[in-house]
């Protein structure tokens, strides 16, 4: 499949009721289209990173009971798994879609990370730009500025807390051009993680 870009039908996914319809919906909308944004996107990711990546499709698979609120695909250098290693992210809420570098809960090493982004906060700050937004949790939709003071205390946190998460990329609404157009899309993506691998490469020593 050639990957054609996101409509705002994609979007509406997540206003479907029950885990069932919800997850049905995703795996014949939407997964479709990361498997093929991994198929064009895997070698740049390796080749902007030095590492080689592989592409996981996030299945839902432990939910019983209440449907997914959003979805999401990872690239990551090792092939069993990705939440406990820094991962590029690309995924969907129902108002908007997300590009990260991720470091969630889940990664063991995350405080000698925080320390080394520290070490390196002006340098980081002047690499981003300003319409790139922060995350501190995944599972929630709220993101800040990119300024010297919520990345400060971000990763401040990041180090003293355990569960603290750090996501740094960008937001798209649902009706931005860029979504709807396959090639655009791809080349944007690719862009967004070229900007985050020099954070990408600080945390992967």
């Known amino acids: 499949m050639t990957f054609t870009g996101f409509s705002k039908k994609d979007f509406e996914v997540f206003s479907i009721d029950g885990l069932d319809e919800r997850m049905a919906a995703l795996r014949e909308n939407i997964q479709p289209k990361f498997k093929a944004i991994g198929e064009e996107l895997a070698e740049d990711i390796s080749n902007i990173t030095g590492q080689d990546m592989y592409v996981h499709i996030a299945q839902h698979a432990r939910r019983t009971k209440n449907p997914p609120n959003d979805t999401w695909?990872?690239?990551?250098?090792?092939?069993?798994?990705?939440?406990?290693?820094?991962?590029?992210?690309?995924?969907?809420?129902?108002?908007?879609?997300?590009?990260?570098?991720?470091?969630?809960?889940?990664?063991?090493?995350k405080q000698e990370i925080a320390k080394s982004f520290l070490a390196n906060i002006d340098d980081i700050r002047e690499s981003i730009p300003d319409h790139y937004v922060i995350s501190h949790d995944h599972t929630k939709k709220d993101a800040v500025e990119t300024s010297k003071a919520n990345l400060e205390n971000t990763l401040t946190r990041l180090q003293n807390v355990k569960k603290a998460e750090f996501l740094i990329g960008r937001n798209f609404k649902p009706d931005d051009p860029i979504l709807q157009d396959g090639q655009a899309f791809l080349n944007e993506a690719k862009n967004t993680f070229e900007t985050l691998a020099p954070l990408y490469k600080i945390s992967m020593g």
Do not use: S, T, V
């Open 73 to 109: 695909m990872a690239f990551c250098h090792n092939k069993r798994g990705y939440k406990k290693h820094p991962h590029f992210q690309i995924g969907l809420w129902d108002d908007h879609l997300f590009m990260w570098l991720a470091y969630i809960y889940e990664m063991p090493d």
